[in-house]
């Protein structure tokens, strides 16, 4: 089923839109199944799950963090993953690139952009993110390397259009800044419910988990 469903999916998206399996709750040989089918990046919610499964699974594919990202996890965050796609705040951006730096390590994040201005959700105000930006690209081990944002994850896709519509002229209007230690170079945006929509709206990635391995028995 796996294989089957990520085969269409692949079918179906445009040349240049990267697909992300989202992993949370899955385990490492439903994600192993994933890898052999064709994907090339797992996104993973949480530190720990993210351990056990790359203890399973290997570092032939690669690792996003694609949840909320607390202080006491970034040194471990940093020391498995190639790209955290959550970072909203300066203070977790310079955690980050202090345990990217004694790591060795250049660490490449998406800024998540609360599109929505939802106060019961993560991300910074589109109003706000172009301070941020600004301020982590003055750090030396993390590059920014776009933004991602969330849909609402049920009811019509069409009510995500909005969200996506923004975050994407906020986007390209930082892309066009052209700012030092920025690279514009991904727009994550869209989920099962809302990915068609997101890519009409420009997103260059996509993170796809209910249509890929089913329905999760727990959240």
Request: overall charge negative; charged content about 25%.
């Amino acid at each position: 089923m796996i294989k089957e469903n990520i085969q269409r999916i692949l079918n179906e998206l445009p040349d240049g839109v990267e697909l992300v399996a989202a992993a949370k709750t899955r385990t490492p040989q439903e994600i192993g199944e994933a890898v052999e089918a064709g994907i090339n990046i797992i996104g993973e919610n949480y530190v720990q799950e993210a351990v056990r499964a790359i203890e399973g699974v290997g570092r032939s594919v690669s690792w996003h963090f694609i949840g909320h990202l607390q202080k006491n996890k970034v040194g471990k965050a940093v020391s498995i993953f190639d790209m955290i796609q959550t970072v909203d705040s300066f203070e977790l951006a310079k955690e980050i690139d202090k345990a990217s730096q004694s790591m060795g390590k250049v660490m490449s994040i998406l800024v998540e952009i609360n599109s929505g201005r939802e106060p019961q959700k993560f991300g910074v105000i589109p109003e706000d993110a172009l301070e941020l930006i600004e301020h982590i690209g003055s750090l030396q081990n993390i590059k920014c390397m776009g933004f991602m944002t969330m849909g609402p994850r049920f009811g019509d896709p069409e009510d995500s259009r909005p969200y996506f519509v923004e975050t994407r002229r906020l986007y390209d209007k930082i892309k066009h800044l052209n700012l030092p230690g920025i690279e514009m170079k991904y727009l994550s945006m869209g989920m099962t419910n809302s990915y068609l929509i997101a890519i009409q709206e420009g997103a260059n990635m996509v993170r796809i988990g209910t249509k890929i391995f089913g329905e999760r028995e727990y959240a």
